[in-house]
């Protein structure tokens, strides 16, 4: 019989419809279609062959069903991006150490305070089990950071201030950027431990097989000083239309000044200092009884005033911070534009300059402190010391990258 050209057509409109089916059957048979590291599928889509989803079993091809990230606790997410860093206020020390450039950081992770003195305490007494008395002495706080010398009564902060429990979970004193890095390789090592253990991981998996079941921490380590400024700054909170942004920063909050201007999403009464700093010449913490002052002589709960837009807590004030780079006046025009750092004074030899003193010991700090006056607290500003140096205004908080498809 002989189809009419209708007929025809409807014949043909049929067998698409048919074969559209199978396809889309095929596509949804478990193991096939679109691939994402959360929705890896029950087969390899090259070979055809099953994945084994046994974290224990080391004898087959195993893909990990989960693929987020284990960020590890106190840490606050940063999404990266498009920023302009360096110093957004008068260069009144005439330093033009950084100039503002353009760049851009990955997303990472930030502990949402300083490290405490009872967070270096958990460290010095797990420590104590593995090395012997002299080795664990020279991981501690050095207490003489708080002697003035003849002229000054600080005996009390240099025998409680790191061990008394009242001052638990203010910032640790006394630590230098070596020993920063001490405590921030053990705390890797201490929380993944805790991760395999809950996760009933085998101990005998090497590192590079606890990565490729998901579960691997990542480092934790000094933030960059881009990426401790980027986070200081938190301009997530000035944007509006097609990537705009309001007004600049030159702290980490709202305005030109140091007191709270009353807005709604920040603790505190409208006038009250936002960060923990020395006033002028003497004036550490104002007049007894002042309600229009920090009120803190010396460094504060890490948890006191209001943290930032990225929900970072003192990133002003308190305590400097230790960051990873090396001090170079010129970085900001060495850096390279996607996640810079520098790790070495290549580029800006210390003999481009005068004098010697510019060492790869050095090493950048940031933030302001308790003993610093306001010029400080704009996280553009930079100073440094000796990586083996300790000070009583110098602290750190730790830092992590963010991997995987949403890094969140």
């Given at each position: 019989m002989r189809l009419s050209n209708k007929s025809w057509g409807m014949w043909v409109a049929a067998l698409a419809i048919v074969g559209s089916s199978i396809l889309t059957s095929c596509n949804k048979t478990p193991g096939y279609g679109r691939r994402t590291a959360n929705k890896p599928g029950k087969k390899s889509a090259t070979t055809g062959a099953e994945f084994s989803f046994d974290e224990n079993d080391s004898t087959q091809f195993f893909v990990a069903k989960n693929a987020e990230q284990i960020p590890g606790p106190n840490l606050k997410f940063i999404q990266g991006g498009r920023a302009?860093?360096?110093?957004?206020?008068?260069?009144v020390m005439a330093f033009r150490d950084n100039q503002e450039r353009t760049v851009t950081l990955s997303n990472f992770y930030l502990d949402e305070t300083e490290v405490t003195n009872n967070d270096y305490r958990e460290y010095l007494f797990n420590m104590g089990k593995k090395v012997s008395a002299d080795s664990l002495l020279k991981l501690e706080p050095k207490d003489n950071v708080w002697a003035g010398g003849e002229m000054s009564f600080n005996d009390m902060y240099?025998?409680?201030?790191?061990?008394?429990?009242?001052?638990?979970?203010?910032?640790?004193?006394?630590?230098?950027?070596?020993?920063?890095?001490?405590?921030?390789?053990?705390?890797?090592?201490?929380?993944?431990?805790?991760?395999?253990?809950?996760r009933g991981i085998d101990s005998t998996f090497t590192k590079t097989q606890l990565i490729e079941r998901g579960v691997a921490l990542a480092d934790y380590r000094l933030p960059t000083?881009?990426?401790?400024?980027?986070?200081?700054?938190?301009m997530i909170g000035t944007q509006y239309l097609d990537e705009n942004q309001e007004y600049g920063r030159i702290y980490p909050w709202d305005g030109r000044g140091v007191r709270n201007p009353y807005n709604v999403k920040r603790k505190g009464k409208q006038g009250d200092f936002?960060?923990?700093?020395?006033?002028?010449?003497?004036?550490?913490?104002?007049?007894?009884?002042?309600?229009?002052?920090?009120?803190?002589?010396?460094?504060?709960?890490?948890?006191d005033m209001a943290p930032n837009d990225f929900g970072l807590y003192h990133m002003a004030g308190n305590m400097n911070e230790w960051v990873q780079d090396i001090y170079r006046p010129l970085s900001y025009q060495d850096f390279d534009d996607l996640n810079p750092v520098r790790n070495t004074g290549v580029n800006d030899e210390q003999d481009t300059y005068q004098t010697s003193m510019l060492?790869?010991?050095?090493?950048?700090?940031?933030?302001?402190?308790?003993?610093?006056?306001?010029?400080?607290?704009?996280?553009?500003?930079?100073?440094?010391?000796?990586?083996?140096?300790?000070?009583?205004?110098i602290g750190f908080r730790c830092a992590m990258i963010s991997i995987g498809e949403k890094g969140n």
């Amino acid at each position: 019989m002989r189809l009419s050209n209708k007929s025809w057509g409807m014949w043909v409109a049929a067998l698409a419809i048919v074969g559209s089916s199978i396809l889309t059957s095929c596509n949804k048979t478990p193991g096939y279609g679109r691939r994402t590291a959360n929705k890896p599928g029950k087969k390899s889509a090259t070979t055809g062959a099953e994945f084994s989803f046994d974290e224990n079993d080391s004898t087959q091809f195993f893909v990990a069903k989960n693929a987020e990230q284990i960020p590890g606790p106190n840490l606050k997410f940063i999404q990266g991006g498009r920023a302009v860093l360096g110093s957004q206020e008068e260069d009144v020390m005439a330093f033009r150490d950084n100039q503002e450039r353009t760049v851009t950081l990955s997303n990472f992770y930030l502990d949402e305070t300083e490290v405490t003195n009872n967070d270096y305490r958990e460290y010095l007494f797990n420590m104590g089990k593995k090395v012997s008395a002299d080795s664990l002495l020279k991981l501690e706080p050095k207490d003489n950071v708080w002697a003035g010398g003849e002229m000054s009564f600080n005996d009390m902060y240099q025998s409680y201030y790191f061990r008394f429990p009242g001052f638990n979970f203010y910032p640790v004193a006394g630590v230098s950027w070596t020993q920063a890095n001490a405590y921030s390789k053990w705390r890797t090592e201490f929380v993944q431990e805790i991760i395999r253990k809950e996760r009933g991981i085998d101990s005998t998996f090497t590192k590079t097989q606890l990565i490729e079941r998901g579960v691997a921490l990542a480092d934790y380590r000094l933030p960059t000083e881009a990426e401790w400024e980027y986070a200081a700054k938190a301009m997530i909170g000035t944007q509006y239309l097609d990537e705009n942004q309001e007004y600049g920063r030159i702290y980490p909050w709202d305005g030109r000044g140091v007191r709270n201007p009353y807005n709604v999403k920040r603790k505190g009464k409208q006038g009250d200092f936002l960060a923990n700093f020395k006033r002028g010449r003497g004036d550490y913490g104002g007049i007894s009884g002042g309600q229009r002052n920090d009120g803190d002589i010396i460094p504060t709960n890490v948890y006191d005033m209001a943290p930032n837009d990225f929900g970072l807590y003192h990133m002003a004030g308190n305590m400097n911070e230790w960051v990873q780079d090396i001090y170079r006046p010129l970085s900001y025009q060495d850096f390279d534009d996607l996640n810079p750092v520098r790790n070495t004074g290549v580029n800006d030899e210390q003999d481009t300059y005068q004098t010697s003193m510019l060492t790869d010991e050095l090493r950048v700090y940031k933030g302001g402190s308790w003993r610093d006056v306001t010029y400080w607290l704009a996280p553009g500003t930079r100073r440094f010391m000796h990586q083996d140096s300790a000070t009583n205004h110098i602290g750190f908080r730790c830092a992590m990258i963010s991997i995987g498809e949403k890094g969140n």
